[in-house]
Nanobody
C-alpha cells in the first residue's frame, strides 16, 4: 500500500511563500508523473502542477509563474514552491500521481492565505 505524506502547510500572508513536501512510500517512483492537487473549501479537488519522470512540468493557469514543482527521485519526494501567494490559494494541498491512476490519497496539508 503506497502512502503519501504531505507537509509544509500553514498560515501565510498574501504575497508570502511556502514550500510543500510530499514523501511517497513506494518501491517504484521515478517512472510516474507526479502532481500537486488542491481542494479549496466547498470545491472539488483540482490539479495545479505536474511533473513527468523526465522533469517536464505543467501548471494550471491560476498558479503559472508563481508555483514551481520539482522532484527528487532518489528520495521519492515531490516539492511545490509557492510564491506570491493569494487568498484564493487557500486550500488543502495533496500530492499524487499525475497520470490516469491515483494512489490512496494522503491527509494533505492546509494552506491558508490571509492577512
Amino acid at each position: 500500500q503506497v502512502q503519501l505524506v504531505e507537509s509544509g502547510g500553514g498560515l501565510v500572508q498574501p504575497g508570502g511563500s511556502l514550500r510543500l513536501s510530499c514523501a511517497a512510500s513506494t518501491i517504484i517512483f521515478s517512472p510516474y508523473t507526479m502532481g500537486w492537487y488542491r481542494q479549496p473549501p466547498g470545491k472539488q479537488r483540482e490539479l495545479v502542477a505536474a511533473i513527468t519522470s523526465g522533469s517536464s512540468t505543467n501548471y494550471a493557469d491560476s498558479v503559472k509563474g508563481r508555483f514551481t514543482i520539482s522532484r527528487d527521485n532518489a528520495q521519492k519526494m515531490v516539492y511545490l514552491q509557492m510564491n506570491n501567494l493569494k487568498p484564493e490559494d487557500t486550500a488543502v494541498y495533496y500530492c499524487n500521481r499525475g497520470d490516469e491512476l491515483r494512489w490512496p490519497w494522503g491527509q494533505g496539508t492546509q494552506i491558508t492565505v490571509s492577512s
